[in-house]
């Protein structure tokens, strides 16, 4: 294999390269709309620089004319620059820079505009003067010597700005400038065609990289953010349910208390328990920012149920059927729903009232029922119950990924909670 054949192979492989990754960026997701705008032009430009050079390589034993073998140098000369102050353009919208007040930039494009004042004398030059190998050769160089200036500038740049930067974008910049600059200087001081293409493409291919995997990790930073907040939301809600606690129902336990401190001392007693756990439930949940065993849920709406039951005594029966309960829900899921059935179920024209609150495990979790035996109300209805309700259901989708279901009708109401499996215990 001579040297001629290997160039084709390594620019080949840049080539092969730099369509890969046009293909990645319009494709992949995760990044933001100008950074894929940049690469999509920054790889199409390599594309152009490698297969420019492929085609002299192929065709330089063929190219017998002055003008073709001119020709091809003269595109190859103002393709490979271009990527440069592009790279100068992306550090500065990275770091936030502005663009029309950047140094850095007006420094960079007089250095491009010197790079073409040499190009131009440099082919005038060489179509005049080919036969004098030395000269053409120290020209070659001190034309590169504007390139090798820019990258330098960019990797200034890039330091200067390492704070302004993510880790990985600063570490993408230094991967795309490092490399890229040396085989310039490499460049000058030996001729090898290949090593700037392949250079460039590779390192472009790790920035691109890097920078996609710095976007995404961000991306998720914002979502973990976003369910944070959303959390501290349902925990607020819950906060908010337990202040809302009717006044009314305190001050008829605490008379109904006082009356029976003479008439019945010892149920005065238990029923003073009673309350004193349902109050004690109550501001302990405010306490909670998470779910709570079901059990102790279960003690707040049973301390509940026991106060309204003295006060109603007949005309409130309450059932409950739980075998299953080593699972965890939100704080005031169960006792406002049992709440919510005694005031708008409880009908002294209509008979007792009946509740019946029920647990059982699932193939996906488990399902909490509280059925009434009152008069039910209007599902479209948007009145208090439904408040309580749609509070219940927010924190309940928020907190544990659980739903709610309503079926209300003329021989009353059930509600059923769904809790799925990653709340079991």
Not at 129 to 155: D, H, K, W
Request: aromatic share 8%; net charge neutral; charged share 15%.
């Amino acid at each position: 294999m001579n040297i001629n054949t290997f160039y084709v192979a390594i620019i080949s492989a840049a080539l092969a390269l730099s369509i890969m990754g046009l293909m990645f960026t319009a494709v992949m997701p995760g990044i933001d709309l100008w950074s894929k705008r940049f690469f999509r032009g920054y790889f199409f430009i390599l594309i152009a620089c490698c297969f420019t050079s492929l085609i002299d390589l192929i065709l330089s034993d063929y190219l017998t004319t002055r003008s073709a073998e001119y020709s091809m140098l003269t595109l190859e000369c103002l393709l490979l620059p271009l990527p440069l102050p592009m790279l100068t353009v992306y550090l500065l919208h990275c770091s936030g820079d502005n663009l029309r007040r950047s140094k850095l930039l007006f420094a960079v494009v007089g250095l491009s505009a010197a790079y073409l004042v040499l190009l131009i004398y440099a082919l005038i030059y060489y179509y005049n003067a080919s036969e004098r190998q030395t000269e053409n050769r120290l020209m070659y160089s001190i034309m590169l010597v504007p390139l090798v200036g820019i990258m330098l500038l960019n990797l200034a740049g890039a330091i200067r700005r390492r704070k302004r930067l993510s880790h990985k974008a600063f570490l993408s910049f230094l991967i795309a400038i490092l490399p890229m600059t040396a085989a310039l200087i490499t460049q000058i001081f030996i001729e090898v065609v290949p090593l700037i293409d392949i250079s460039l493409v590779i390192s472009t291919l790790a920035m691109y990289s890097i920078i996609l995997s710095d976007q995404i990790e961000q991306d998720l930073c914002r979502q973990r953010e976003i369910a944070r907040q959303q959390q501290e939301i349902a925990n607020q809600r819950a906060s908010v349910l337990v202040l809302q606690m009717r006044p009314h129902f305190i001050y008829n336990t605490l008379m109904s208390i006082y009356s029976l401190c003479n008439q019945d001392p010892k149920k005065a007693r238990q029923v003073t328990m009673d309350f004193t756990n349902y109050l004690r439930k109550n501001f302990n949940a405010v306490a909670s920012d998470s779910t709570i065993p079901f059990t102790t849920e279960l003690e707040h709406t049973r301390a509940y149920l026991a106060v309204e039951q003295m006060q109603f005594e007949d005309m409130l029966a309450v059932e409950y059927d739980t075998p299953f309960t080593s699972f965890r829900l939100p704080p005031l899921t169960l006792q406002p729903l049992a709440e919510n059935a005694v005031k708008h179920g409880m009908n002294p024209y209509d008979g007792p009232l009946h509740i019946i609150i029920r647990s059982r495990r699932t193939e996906t979790g488990c399902e909490i029922t509280v059925e009434d035996t009152g008069p039910g109300f209007d599902p479209s209805d948007k009145s208090e119950p439904h408040t309580t309700l749609e509070n219940i259901r927010q924190r309940l989708e928020m907190m544990c990924g659980g739903s709610m279901t309503i079926t209300s009708g003329d021989s009353g109401t059930a509600v059923k909670l769904t809790i799925p499996d990653s709340s079991t215990e």
